[in-house]
């Protein structure tokens, strides 16, 4: 019985937050919206709104003009945060046909585009298993081509993580083949075939446990307004913006931001932000790695 309450709660709070949404964004919010967007009845919508002034009394009006109801002057949001990237994930998502415009919480979709990507193939059945040996903690024999050779290669992997390097995405496993933790791209892998136990500590993978700051600032060679421009950008403090990533995503994170070109090789407006602390990262990467070292050979010798 708790848990049906508790249910029947998360549900309506769901539709009280998409209120505020509508609010926030669209500056209004018919009952018929809540219909279509759950499925609802019209006297469940009429409720809901009715809730939403109980619990909010100050933040909604309505217009009879457009018979609609509008954000009060005294609106707050109470149980939506507004965030605009959460606004602009979302369209994104319509562009990648992930969400379409109808099961998306918008109501009014403005005019946009995105850039267009180079999709990787992805296999769902070849996904799915690699999920549930994650999730159930199996090794997995694969069939990898890999860019150094000729013919692809069937080897087991313990895989314990997916990860996306801002391009295409990976599989963060242990290799038995070369004995130590390693990445594999999801859409190189040509087969996914049995499965069994294993002893991998995948605990052990400390490149992927310990984390690595990368202090970015903007390129010193462009203009002192360009400069505060990128400062803007990327809402530094004190000209510098400190990105924390796990070590073995750091390597990704420098190539997805252009932070692994040298700056004095490229021209500043095409390289708005630089890598400060390059050598502080180095070292704390080579001495992750080392540690990582170690701790494969153990594992490979248990």
């Avoid at 599989?171 to 040509?190: G, I, K, N, S």
Wanted: proline residues 5%; glycine residues 4%; charged residues 30%.
């Amino acid at each position: 019985m708790a848990e049906s309450v508790d249910n029947l709660r998360r549900v309506v709070e769901q539709r009280l937050r998409f209120i505020e949404f509508r609010l926030y964004w669209e500056g209004q919010i018919r009952r018929a919206d809540l219909q279509k967007r759950f499925d609802i009845s019209l006297p469940q919508a009429t409720g809901d709104l009715n809730t939403y002034q109980e619990q909010a009394p100050r933040n909604l009006a309505y217009d009879l003009k457009r018979s609609t109801y509008v954000p009060a002057a005294d609106f707050k949001p109470k149980f939506y945060k507004p965030d605009a990237r959460d606004y602009l994930t979302e369209l994104r998502l319509i562009a990648d046909d992930v969400l379409t415009p109808e099961t998306s919480r918008f109501g009014f979709l403005p005019s946009y585009d995105v850039v267009p990507l180079l999709r990787r193939k992805a296999s769902a059945p070849k996904l799915r298993k690699i999920v549930r040996a994650i999730q159930s903690g199996r090794a997995v024999y694969i069939r990898y081509q890999s860019v150094e050779r000729r013919n692809p290669l069937w080897r087991w992997i313990t895989p314990h993580a997916l990860v996306f390097d801002g391009r295409r995405w990976h599989v963060r496993c242990w290799c038995h083949r070369r004995t130590e933790f390693r990445d594999f791209v999801l859409a190189r892998m040509l087969d996914v075939d049995k499965d069994k136990g294993h002893k991998i500590d995948v605990t052990a993978d400390l490149e992927w446990q310990e984390k690595v700051v990368l202090r970015i600032g903007p390129n010193p060679r462009l203009s002192a307004a360009a400069q505060r421009a990128m400062e803007q950008d990327y809402d530094m403090r004190d000209g510098v913006y400190e990105l924390s990533t796990r070590v073995c995503l750091s390597w990704y994170v420098e190539h997805h931001l252009g932070l692994d070109l040298d700056p004095e090789l490229v021209k500043p407006a095409r390289q708005h932000i630089v890598l400060l602390n390059r050598e502080e990262v180095e070292q704390r990467r080579e001495a992750v790695k080392k540690a990582a070292a170690q701790a494969a050979a153990s594992l490979a010798g248990s």
